[in-house]
């Protein structure tokens, strides 16, 4: 599999319901990243784990990572239709700076009011 | 303003033609990118830059060029483009990971671009 796969490909959910997106990846990692993108824009960064933290929250958001199993999950809690977008995950190895940095396919969320 | 303005947003071109998309910053950030992002492959890097005088081939730098005309800003060229150029192009930009100890990058809202 791909280096920062995420799974699923794609999600529907209704409004208020929690959203879980996972990704795993193959190498050492310096940190991990989410990024979420709006149909046809950039991309945004939303949270960033260092290899050393196992959780991390933003407002809505929660990651967590297990480097053990080289994955990490993003939780949207209560989500409303605007979180619909795709979600990557990217990670940036030890090796070396942001330009060795790795995406994933994305997940595409529908969040259905 | 947007930190990071990408021009055109769209361009329609033909087979054959040489086109460059602009990108310019306001983060004050050396690092500079170029993703070209296809359904189904997420981002691929094609060249970046981490000042004036260093620039580097990507995954994919065949057909591109680059140039960084300064810290604030790194076009990218496509000498003579095909159809299967065609893609949605991102600039990004990342500060120095040894000073400010992160690597999140910050990107534009992207071009999209057709070779017909």
Redesign the interface.
């Known amino acids: 599999s791909q280096q920062g796969e995420e799974d699923p490909q794609a999600l529907s959910i209704q409004e208020g319901e929690n959203a879980t997106m996972n990704c795993s990846y193959k190498t050492s990692i310096n940190n991990l990243q989410w990024y979420r993108q709006n149909s046809g824009r950039g991309l945004v960064h939303l949270i960033l784990i260092r290899s050393n933290e196992r959780e991390k929250h933003s407002g809505r958001l929660r990651v967590t990572l297990d480097t053990s199993k080289k994955s990490s999950s993003l939780l949207i809690t209560a989500s409303r239709a605007a979180d619909t977008a795709s979600y990557f995950c990217a990670t940036v190895p030890n090796s070396g700076g942001y330009q060795k940095v790795t995406f994933g396919t994305g997940t595409k969320l529908q969040v259905i009011p | 303003d947007a930190d990071?303005t990408q021009t055109p947003r769209n361009r329609i071109t033909k087979t054959g033609k040489r086109i460059m998309l602009e990108c310019s910053q306001t983060k004050g950030h050396d690092?500079m990118?170029w993703y070209r992002q296809d359904p189904?492959?997420?981002?691929r890097?094609i060249y970046?830059s981490?000042d004036v005088k260093d620039i580097?081939k990507?995954e994919i730098s065949d057909g591109y060029s680059v140039s960084r005309q300064a810290q604030a800003k790194f076009s990218l060229s496509l000498e003579s483009a095909i159809p299967n150029q065609t893609a949605?192009y991102?600039c990004?930009t990342?500060g120095n990971?040894d000073r400010d100890g992160?690597?999140?990058?910050?990107?534009?809202?992207?071009t999209?671009l057709t070779v017909v």
Do not use: D, H, I
């Open positions: 990071v690092r990118y189904g492959l997420g981002l890097l970046y981490f580097n990507g949605l991102f990004a990342s990971r992160s690597t999140e990058a910050f990107f534009g809202q992207g999209r």
